[in-house]
């Protein structure tokens, strides 16, 4: 789970372009919007895009779920290994 979740916070930095900080920069367990990582809904959406160019996941609009499954980066991760398996 430790590889996945390298990979989603490596990612998240190229996806997003933030050239500011590192996959290491990022705790996996933080809160990826407001006083985490920062993200916002436009951040969401192209986020939700590369998930799903690169691993084939796909994620509803505005769901409950889905903000649960955006919630940190081994949320995201344990999604991508269920949607996966």
């Known amino acids: 789970m430790q590889v996945l979740e390298h990979e989603i ?3 998240i930095i ?3 372009s933030l050239e500011d900080i590192s996959a290491d920069d990022i705790d996996a ?4 919007f407001g006083e985490g990582l920062g993200l916002d809904s436009i951040d969401a ?3 939700g895009l ?3 160019k690169q691993y ?3 994620l509803s609009a505005d769901s409950e779920e889905t903000r649960r499954h955006f919630g940190s980066v081994r949320a ?3 999604f991508v290994a269920t949607s996966r398996a």
Request: hydrophobic share 65%; charged share 15%; aromatic share 0%.
């Open 45 to 47: 959406l192209e986020l």
């Open 9 to 11: 916070k490596e990612l």
């Open 50 to 52: 590369a998930l799903q």
């Open 56 to 58: 084939g996941v796909s």
């Open 29 to 32: 367990a933080a809160p990826l």
């Open 14 to 16: 190229s996806a997003l």
């Open 76 to 78: 995201l991760a344990a």
